[in-house]
């Protein structure tokens, strides 16, 4: 059996900075998810909150250290989802 495919619910904790957060509403939250993978819970929260980045432009950190978007979630997993940064 796949790991990339749904598995059982699990609680996950989620981080939003830059335009995340403004889209959002908030910096941080705890959700129960499905996703087995960053990507698949990036689309679940993208489609549900109407994030306008593609995940192709962000970065993904899991439990404070940089992960592949394919990387599989356990239950408490932290996960950030990291905007480019503008700059000047």
Request: net charge negative; aromatic share 8%.
């Amino acid at each position: 059996m796949s790991g990339l495919s749904p598995s059982l619910p699990k609680e996950i904790q989620v981080q939003y900075y830059a335009l995340l957060r403004e889209e959002r509403g908030l910096s941080s939250e705890s959700l129960q998810t499905e996703a087995a993978t960053p990507r698949q819970l990036y689309e679940l929260l993208k489609m549900r909150h109407g994030f306008s980045l593609q995940p192709e432009r962000l970065s993904v950190a899991v439990n404070e250290a940089f992960a592949n978007w394919d990387q599989a979630l356990q239950a408490g997993d932290s996960v950030v989802f990291i905007p480019p940064v503008a700059g000047g």
